[in-house]
């Protein structure tokens, strides 16, 4: 199981649109049936991302079809990203996790 995590800085005016375009990716990956979530930092450390969004997926296959064609098919997903790269102030920094499989129970 891999976790992609999307750390993304936006201008406080722009946190809105931004926060719109980003909803449109969740809502594509889980009627893809993958788990997703953008996060809000409550709190964060100076220079720090004003937001995540992560997607857990199956494989890093997975991941790269999804990043290419997930929200409205191949052009739908251009025109998402050229819209969100409008308001970025820096490109975002991407984490590809890797769940770690245990035995033991959850706490």
């Keep these: ?3 992609a995590r999307f750390s993304y800085a936006f ?3 722009d946190r809105d649109r931004a926060m719109a375009l980003l909803n ?6 889980r009627e893809q049936g ?6 809000v ?6 220079g720090g991302a004003s937001l995540h969004y992560e997607v857990t997926l199956e494989s890093l296959d997975r991941f ?8 409205g098919g191949q052009e739908g997903t251009r025109t998402w990203m050229r819209e969100l790269s409008e308001l970025l102030l ?3 920094a991407v984490e590809l996790l ?5 035995d033991d129970p959850p706490v």
């Design 24 to 29: 449109q990716e969740v809502t594509a990956a």
């Design 64 to 71: 790269e079809t999804f990043r290419e064609q997930g929200v």
């Design 98 to 102: 890797r769940v770690a499989e245990t």
């Design 90 to 92: 820096e490109p975002p």
């Design 41 to 46: 930092p409550l709190t964060r450390a100076p």
């Design 11 to 13: 201008k406080p005016v």
């Design 34 to 39: 993958m788990e997703a979530r953008l996060l």
């Design 1 to 3: 199981m891999i976790v």
